[in-house]
């Protein structure tokens, strides 16, 4: 039966379609009631035992962080003024909840004992490794601190929930304020049909003529790759780099609020002992500490920036000698390198989009899904959060079920950019049977026009592999502990390996050809096309490397080395452009006051988790590439070894299971074409 507040109803699947701003208040209200009885209760409880002091505190804190993540969720997805508002005044009390429970020595006291107790001897390997993390987690909580510390480490953590929120919000309201209208249809000439239709669509919902442009990206990425017209690419392009700058709105500015993320950061690791807040962030990954993770980087950066270097000189000869461009602005890069693309392999990304049908892509992607796992999936019904949102369940061959997600493609106003995946609800295992997880899959594509389905670029194809590929990581888990379940207790540095692993298959002809068909004639990619898609498959790779590697050497130094009085944060990114970049932006460039990843996301010291993970991923597909009439075989024990796992052994562990070694860089290389 419903209840009237609809964050207060677990009874079965989320009501996204009866959620308002004005339930979040009194839901959370009851939820934290229930969370500090159940700490208060759980610090006397004796004897201690699992049963009689994990689940109870498993059970309150559980409700309050479901309900609390569909909040969040909706705030990223359909934000509004006042949903905004109930978000940002709960997320205080949210983060202090999280303080004290990390903080609090009567229960670090009875997990302590927990650990002592005979029974301990026969926790299974989940158990042990719950508990194992917990007492980590309250360490580097600030348990171990005296009262001061304790107060002074709650206040940074409520401070830092409520800048990086923050530093997200300026980043959607900057895109979104920006609207550029062009009249005359000639300014547009090089954009794909589709994009125009969508610009005219966009101008007559405002009841304006001609055709809107925006930054949100099925717009601004067409428009810097295809638009002829350059002065529009560059005025798009600096819309797009000032953003959240002193250059725009300045209640929209991020650079006070990265200067203050930094400085809490590194206060929060000093009082817990740590020299800096890498070495805070790496205590619960698979990298042993900075200085591995920086020498991992520039070793990655001295491989590959040979090639970055032969790319880029390939790009600046094509323009000057094919387009008459003397010198290469960063809002020609693209525009650039689709022509030089499409003169060396005879096709492009718009060719090729035509056949991605959206359709055609999902039936492909599920079918990859059956395939190496045995699992189906299915159209379900749920309550959503927009129209566009569909909702699916995966089955076994006995047709049990084994999670459900929801999938929200298409970009639009109010609704965070990139692509991610959340979990809704983790999968459990209670006295009443076990909890089937849930999850979020979510995109920022552009949607059909004129009837037409919708069409995907390959790498918008690779985007949905690649967050399925975490749903699946979340879904398949066959852990029944919360703490250890899914992606929890994973070490973020390997969180990305289900989901690179994933991109393969958008590369394999067998797969390719069955996720394709013509947009208007319904005919399947042609082998001669994806042929010519595999010859340049590793076009500019070395290019995008170095820009990956850019980003992570950043971020790592950014936290281990920065020192505010000696150089700016602008400065710093100077220096690891000098050191690994090929392709260096204007100086009115502020990617840094856009960068969610590390500034309002997980990833602060932990940005290089995706090159670490895709040595990772690359090794562990190279197992299907020796063994190619094995597919389900090879699928079934990665999903044993890797996928099921959850965080209930390292990932270290699981790596090792799954291949009988430790992991080696030669895939990557070669997967990414830059071997001798």
């Known amino acids: 039966m419903n209840t009237p507040n609809p964050l207060l109803d677990f009874s079965g699947l989320p009501r996204f379609d009866a959620i308002r701003a004005e339930h979040v208040t009194p839901a959370i209200d009851v939820l934290l009631a229930e969370a500090e009885a159940a700490v208060k209760a759980a610090e006397t409880v004796a004897p201690v035992s699992w049963e009689a002091f994990v689940v109870p505190l498993d059970d309150a804190t559980e409700r309050l962080y479901r309900a609390w993540g569909q909040v969040s969720h909706l705030q990223a997805v359909v934000n509004t003024l006042e949903l905004r508002e109930a978000y940002n005044a709960n997320l205080p009390r949210i983060s202090r909840f999280g303080s004290s429970v990390a903080q609090n020595p009567a229960l670090y006291a009875q997990y302590k004992l927990l650990a002592a107790a005979p029974e301990a001897a026969g926790y299974d390997q989940a158990q042990r490794k719950a508990l194992e993390n917990a007492l980590r987690d309250f360490r580097l909580g600030g348990a171990e601190l005296d009262d001061a510390g304790k107060a002074?480490?709650?206040?940074?953590?409520?401070?830092?929930?409520?800048?990086?929120?923050?530093?997200?919000?300026?980043?959607?309201?900057?895109?979104d304020a920006f609207a550029l209208y062009v009249d005359?249809?000639?300014?547009?000439?090089?954009?794909?049909?589709?994009?125009?239709?969508?610009?005219?669509?966009?101008?007559?919902?405002?009841?304006?003529?001609?055709?809107?442009?925006?930054?949100?990206?099925?717009?601004?990425?067409?428009?810097?790759?295809?638009?002829?017209?350059?002065?529009?690419?560059?005025?798009?392009?600096?819309?797009?780099?000032?953003?959240?700058?002193?250059?725009?709105?300045?209640?929209?500015?991020?650079?006070?609020?990265?200067?203050?993320?930094?400085?809490?950061?590194?206060?929060?690791?000093?009082?817990?002992?740590?020299?800096?807040?890498?070495?805070?962030?790496?205590?619960?990954?698979?990298?042993?500490?900075?200085?591995?993770?920086?020498?991992?980087?520039?070793?990655?950066?001295?491989?590959?920036?040979?090639?970055?270097?032969?790319?880029?000189?390939?790009?600046?000869?094509?323009?000057?000698?094919?387009?008459?461009?003397?010198?290469?602005?960063?809002?020609?890069?693209?525009?650039?390198?689709?022509?030089?693309?499409?003169?060396?392999?005879?096709?492009?990304?718009?060719?090729?989009?035509?056949?991605?049908?959206?359709?055609?892509?999902?039936?492909?992607?599920?079918?990859?899904?059956?395939?190496?796992?045995?699992?189906?999936?299915?159209?379900?019904?749920?309550?959503?959060?927009?129209?566009?949102?569909?909702?699916?369940?995966?089955?076994?061959?006995?047709?049990?079920?084994?999670?459900?997600?929801?999938?929200?493609?298409?970009?639009?106003?109010?609704?965070?950019?990139?692509?991610?995946?959340?979990?809704?609800?983790?999968?459990?295992?209670?006295?009443?049977?076990?909890?089937?997880?849930?999850?979020?899959?979510?995109?920022?594509?552009?949607?059909?026009?004129?009837?037409?389905?919708?069409?995907?670029?390959?790498?918008?194809?690779?985007?949905?592999?690649?967050?399925?590929?975490?749903?699946?990581?979340?879904?398949?888990?066959?852990?029944?502990?919360?703490?250890v379940a899914g992606i929890n207790g994973v070490e973020w540095d390997a969180v990305e390996l289900p989901s690179q692993f994933m991109e393969n298959f958008c590369w394999e002809w067998e797969q390719v050809q069955a996720m394709t068909a013509h947009v208007d004639t319904g005919v399947p990619l042609p082998r001669e096309l994806f042929d010519k898609m595999l010859a340049a498959k590793n076009f500019q790779s070395g290019m995008f490397t170095v820009r990956q590697l850019e980003f992570g050497l950043f971020d790592m130094l950014l936290h281990s080395q920065y020192q505010p009085e000696q150089e700016s944060v602008l400065q710093l990114l100077e220096r690891v452009r000098d050191e690994v970049a090929v392709n260096i932006p204007p100086a009115w460039n502020r990617f840094a006051n856009q960068f969610s990843h590390i500034f309002a996301g997980g990833y602060a010291a932990g940005y290089y988790s995706y090159k670490w993970a895709e040595v990772l991923s690359a090794d562990a597909y190279a197992a299907f590439e020796e063994a190619p009439g094995a597919l389900a075989e090879t699928g079934a024990r990665f999903r044993d070894e890797v996928l099921s796992r959850g965080g209930s052994r390292s990932a270290a562990e699981n790596f090792r299971a799954f291949r009988g070694r430790e992991p080696q860089i030669d895939a990557l290389l070669r997967h990414s074409g830059m071997t001798a």
């Open 184 to 483: 005359v249809a000639d300014d547009l000439l090089g954009l794909p049909d589709d994009v125009i239709a969508s610009a005219r669509a966009a101008a007559q919902k405002d009841g304006r003529d001609g055709y809107k442009l925006t930054l949100q990206m099925p717009c601004y990425l067409p428009v810097q790759t295809y638009a002829d017209n350059r002065a529009l690419r560059e005025q798009l392009y600096r819309a797009h780099a000032m953003r959240a700058s002193e250059f725009g709105d300045a209640a929209l500015d991020n650079t006070g609020n990265i200067d203050r993320i930094l400085a809490v950061r590194a206060e929060l690791a000093a009082l817990l002992g740590f020299d800096n807040y890498a070495e805070y962030s790496i205590a619960t990954k698979m990298a042993s500490d900075a200085p591995q993770v920086l020498s991992f980087l520039r070793d990655l950066a001295a491989r590959a920036k040979p090639y970055a270097q032969r790319d880029r000189a390939e790009l600046e000869a094509f323009a000057r000698e094919q387009l008459g461009m003397d010198e290469l602005q960063a809002w020609d890069l693209a525009y650039v390198a689709e022509k030089l693309k499409q003169a060396r392999y005879s096709y492009s990304e718009q060719e090729v989009k035509q056949y991605f049908t959206e359709p055609k892509v999902l039936a492909g992607l599920f079918g990859v899904i059956e395939r190496l796992y045995g699992l189906k999936v299915e159209q379900d019904s749920a309550p959503v959060w927009h129209e566009d949102v569909r909702f699916y369940r995966l089955v076994g061959a006995d047709g049990a079920l084994v999670g459900q997600f929801y999938m929200d493609l298409y970009a639009r106003e109010g609704k965070r950019g990139g692509a991610w995946m959340d979990d809704c609800r983790n999968r459990r295992v209670t006295a009443a049977g076990v909890q089937t997880p849930l999850v979020y899959l979510v995109c920022n594509f552009g949607r059909g026009n004129d009837g037409k389905p919708a069409t995907f670029s390959h790498d918008e194809v690779t985007t949905v592999f690649h967050e399925m590929g975490h749903g699946l990581h979340q879904l398949l888990t066959r852990i029944g502990e919360l703490a």
């Open 152 to 175: 002074r480490f709650a206040e940074l953590q409520e401070e830092l929930s409520g800048l990086q929120a923050k530093f997200s919000q300026n980043v959607l309201d900057a895109g």
